[in-house]
C-alpha cells in the first residue's frame, strides 16, 4: 500500500478521497491555487503545496507542478479525482515516466474511451449495445448525408472528443444536417481543440442510465448496478438515484454482466462508468468515464462499497476486495447537486456563505467541502456540496430527500436547493415518470 497520496483536485472531490486515504493509513498531500489557500481539503490534508494562481489552467492542470510537489513531498500516487486531470492519458504517461503511480485506468484505456469514435467500436468489439449511427468519424457533407440516409432523421451529430454535452447537435431532417455539422465542427474545435464529428440516430425520450464497474487489471471486474441521470440540465447531470426505477432485476443483471464481461475481456483497471441511453428496454451505449463520478455515492449507499477504497488498492497492486457474488443492492438512494447558482436562470452565485448547516440522520450523507465564512470563488464548478439521502425503498427515500432539503441552509448565495425541494413533490418525480428532457420542458414551464 501506499504510504502518501496527492491528491490533485480540489473542493468535496479532494476532500472524499482525503478521507479515504486516512482510513487506509495513507498520508496526504493537498495541491491548491492561490484561491483555494483556506480551503477545506488544504487544512485537513497532512501537507499542503500551492501550485499557482487562481486560473485552472494555471494551477491545476498544471502538470509540471503537479510532479513537481510530488517530488518534493514525496507523494508516490496521485489520485486525480473527476474533472481537471482525471481523463487525461498524457498525465498518467507522464506520473508513470516519474515512478509516481496514477490512481486510475492505464493511459491506453483512457485514450481510447477518450475518443467518442475509438470508444463505439471498442463497445462493439466487447459486445456492448450502440446506437446505430457512423463507423466511424464523418469527413465530408456528402458522407455525412449518405449516412444520415442510411440511419433516418433525427440524428445527432457529436463531436469526437466530446464531452458535457459540448459539440452535439441534433438534425430533425435533411434541411437541418448541413447547418448542424457546421455548429459541431465549429463548437467541437473551440472547445476541445478537434473538429472531428461522428453521427448517432437521435433517440426521442430515452432515460440515462449508467452502470458503475470496477476492475482490477489482472481479469477480475465486477458490476455495482446501475444509476439513473435522466434528470439533466443541458446535458448536465442535476440529480441522481440508484436503482433506477426504470428497470427490473432481470434487466439490471443483464446489462451488469454484459458491463462486467466486457471490462474483464479489455483486462480494465480501477473504476469506470459505461453511460448508456435507454429506451423502449434497449441499451444503447453512448460513452464510458475513465475515472470517478460525481454521483458515486448513490452506488456506495446501496451496496456498502466505498469505490474510492477499491481505486486505491488496485492501484497499490491488490486485487479487487469483492467478487460479483458479494454485491448486494439495499434500498434506494438519491443524490442532489446543491450548487452556488440562481435556481430559476442557473447563473453561478459565487460568494460568502454567512450561514451553513447541514441536515442529518439515518441514512443522510452530506459530501461537501465548504463552511460557514467560506467564500466560493468564481474560478471553478459552481458545486458546493452533494445531498444523498438511502431508504429502505424509493417513497421512503423520497421523504428522507423531502425532509431534508427542508433543514439544508446555505445563506449568503443564491443555490439550487429550491429547484430540488419543487423536485420531490412533483407527481412525476414520485413515478419515477421522467426522461433526459423532462426537466428542461419543466424548467420551461416553471419560468
Same mark, same amino acid.
Given at each position: 500500500? @501506499?504510504?502518501?497520496?496527492?491528491?490533485?483536485?480540489?473542493?468535496?472531490?479532494?476532500?472524499?478521497?482525503?478521507?479515504?486515504?486516512?482510513?487506509?493509513?495513507?498520508?496526504?498531500?493537498?495541491?491548491?491555487?492561490?484561491?483555494?489557500?483556506?480551503?477545506?481539503?488544504?487544512?485537513?490534508?497532512?501537507?499542503?503545496?500551492?501550485?499557482?494562481?487562481?486560473?485552472?489552467?494555471? =494551477?491545476?492542470?498544471?502538470?509540471?507542478?503537479?510532479?513537481?510537489?510530488?517530488?518534493?513531498?514525496?507523494?508516490?500516487?496521485?489520485?486525480?479525482?473527476?474533472?481537471?486531470?482525471?481523463?487525461?492519458?498524457?498525465?498518467?504517461?507522464?506520473?508513470?515516466?516519474?515512478?509516481?503511480?496514477?490512481?486510475?485506468?492505464?493511459?491506453?484505456?483512457?485514450?481510447?474511451?477518450?475518443?467518442?469514435? &475509438?470508444?463505439?467500436?471498442?463497445?462493439?468489439?466487447?459486445?456492448?449495445?450502440?446506437?446505430?449511427?457512423?463507423?466511424?468519424?464523418?469527413?465530408?457533407?456528402?458522407?455525412?448525408?449518405?449516412?444520415?440516409?442510411? #440511419?433516418?432523421?433525427?440524428?445527432?451529430?457529436?463531436?469526437?472528443?466530446?464531452?458535457?454535452?459540448?459539440?452535439?447537435?441534433?438534425?430533425?431532417?435533411?434541411?437541418?444536417?448541413?447547418?448542424?455539422?457546421?455548429?459541431?465542427?465549429?463548437?467541437?474545435?473551440?472547445?476541445?481543440?478537434?473538429?472531428?464529428?461522428?453521427?448517432?440516430?437521435?433517440?426521442?425520450?430515452?432515460?440515462?442510465?449508467?452502470?458503475?464497474?470496477?476492475?482490477?487489471?489482472?481479469?477480475?471486474?465486477?458490476?455495482?448496478?446501475?444509476?439513473?441521470?435522466?434528470?439533466?440540465?443541458?446535458?448536465?447531470?442535476?440529480?441522481?438515484?440508484?436503482?433506477?426505477?426504470?428497470?427490473?432485476?432481470?434487466?439490471?443483471?443483464?446489462?451488469?454482466?454484459?458491463?462486467?464481461?466486457?471490462?474483464?475481456?479489455?483486462?480494465? =483497471?480501477?473504476?469506470?462508468?459505461?453511460?448508456?441511453?435507454?429506451?423502449?428496454?434497449?441499451?444503447?451505449?453512448?460513452?464510458?468515464?475513465?475515472?470517478?463520478?460525481?454521483?458515486?455515492?448513490?452506488?456506495?449507499?446501496?451496496?456498502?462499497?466505498?469505490?474510492?477504497?477499491?481505486?486505491?488498492?488496485?492501484?497499490?497492486?491488490?486485487?479487487? $476486495?469483492? $467478487?460479483? $457474488?458479494?454485491?448486494?443492492?439495499?434500498?434506494?438512494?438519491?443524490?442532489?447537486?446543491?450548487?452556488?447558482?440562481?435556481?430559476?436562470?442557473?447563473?453561478?452565485?459565487?460568494?460568502?456563505?454567512?450561514?451553513?448547516?447541514?441536515?442529518?440522520?439515518?441514512?443522510?450523507?452530506?459530501?461537501? &467541502?465548504?463552511?460557514?465564512?467560506?467564500? #466560493?470563488?468564481?474560478?471553478?464548478?459552481?458545486?458546493?456540496?452533494?445531498?444523498?439521502?438511502?431508504?429502505?425503498?424509493?417513497?421512503?427515500?423520497?421523504?428522507?430527500?423531502?425532509?431534508?432539503?427542508?433543514? @439544508?441552509?446555505?445563506?449568503?448565495?443564491?443555490?439550487?436547493?429550491?429547484? @430540488?425541494?419543487?423536485?420531490?413533490?412533483?407527481?412525476? #418525480?414520485?413515478?419515477?415518470?421522467?426522461? #433526459?428532457?423532462?426537466?428542461?420542458?419543466?424548467?420551461?414551464?416553471?419560468?
Amino acid at each position: 500500500m @501506499f504510504s502518501k497520496v496527492l491528491v490533485a483536485n480540489r473542493g468535496e472531490i479532494a476532500l472524499r478521497i482525503q478521507r479515504a486515504c486516512k482510513e487506509l493509513g495513507i498520508q496526504t498531500v493537498a495541491v491548491h491555487s492561490t484561491a483555494d489557500a483556506n480551503a477545506m481539503h488544504v487544512r485537513l490534508a497532512d501537507e499542503s503545496v500551492c501550485i499557482g494562481p487562481p486560473t485552472a489552467r494555471d =494551477s491545476y492542470l498544471d502538470i509540471p507542478s503537479i510532479v513537481a510537489a510530488c517530488e518534493i513531498t514525496g507523494a508516490e500516487a496521485v489520485h486525480p479525482g473527476y474533472g481537471f486531470l482525471s481523463e487525461n492519458a498524457r498525465f498518467a504517461e507522464i506520473l508513470e515516466a516519474h515512478g509516481i503511480a496514477f490512481i486510475g485506468p492505464s493511459a491506453e484505456h483512457i485514450r481510447i474511451m477518450g475518443d467518442k469514435i &475509438a470508444a463505439k467500436k471498442t463497445a462493439v468489439e466487447l459486445g456492448i449495445p450502440v446506437v446505430p449511427g457512423s463507423e466511424g468519424g464523418v469527413e465530408t457533407d456528402a458522407e455525412a448525408r449518405r449516412i444520415a440516409d442510411e #440511419i433516418g432523421y433525427p440524428l445527432l451529430v457529436k463531436a469526437a472528443a466530446g464531452g458535457g454535452g459540448r459539440g452535439m447537435k441534433v438534425a430533425r431532417g435533411p434541411n437541418e444536417l448541413e447547418h448542424a455539422l457546421a455548429n459541431a465542427r465549429a463548437e467541437a474545435k473551440s472547445a476541445f481543440g478537434d473538429d472531428a464529428v461522428y453521427l448517432e440516430k437521435y433517440l426521442a425520450t430515452p432515460r440515462h442510465i449508467e452502470v458503475q464497474v470496477l476492475g482490477d487489471g489482472k481479469g477480475n471486474a465486477v458490476h455495482l448496478g446501475e444509476r439513473d441521470c435522466s434528470l439533466q440540465r443541458r446535458h448536465q447531470k442535476v440529480w441522481e438515484e440508484a436503482l433506477s426505477p426504470a428497470l427490473n432485476e432481470d434487466q439490471r443483471a443483464e446489462i451488469g454482466e454484459t458491463v462486467a464481461a466486457a471490462m474483464r475481456k479489455l483486462g480494465y =483497471s480501477g473504476a469506470g462508468t459505461i453511460e448508456f441511453l435507454y429506451e423502449d428496454g434497449n441499451f444503447y451505449f453512448i460513452e464510458m468515464n475513465t475515472r470517478l463520478q460525481v454521483e458515486h455515492p448513490v452506488t456506495e449507499m446501496i451496496t456498502g462499497i466505498d469505490i474510492v477504497h477499491e481505486q486505491i488498492r488496485v492501484a497499490a497492486g491488490a486485487t479487487l $476486495s469483492v $467478487s460479483q $457474488s458479494d454485491v448486494r443492492f439495499d434500498g434506494h438512494a438519491i443524490e442532489c447537486r446543491i450548487n452556488a447558482e440562481d435556481p430559476r436562470t442557473f447563473m453561478p452565485s459565487p460568494g460568502r456563505i454567512s450561514h451553513f448547516h447541514t441536515p442529518g440522520g439515518l441514512g443522510v450523507r452530506v459530501d461537501s &467541502a465548504v463552511y460557514q465564512g467560506y467564500v #466560493i470563488p468564481p474560478y471553478y464548478d459552481s458545486l458546493i456540496g452533494k445531498l444523498i439521502v438511502h431508504g429502505r425503498n424509493r417513497v421512503e427515500c423520497l421523504m428522507r430527500l423531502r425532509r431534508c432539503l427542508d433543514e @439544508f441552509v446555505v445563506d449568503g448565495i443564491n443555490t439550487t436547493i429550491p429547484l @430540488f425541494r419543487q423536485l420531490v413533490d412533483h407527481p412525476d #418525480i414520485a413515478d419515477g415518470s421522467y426522461d #433526459i428532457h423532462w426537466l428542461e420542458g419543466f424548467l420551461a414551464d416553471s419560468m
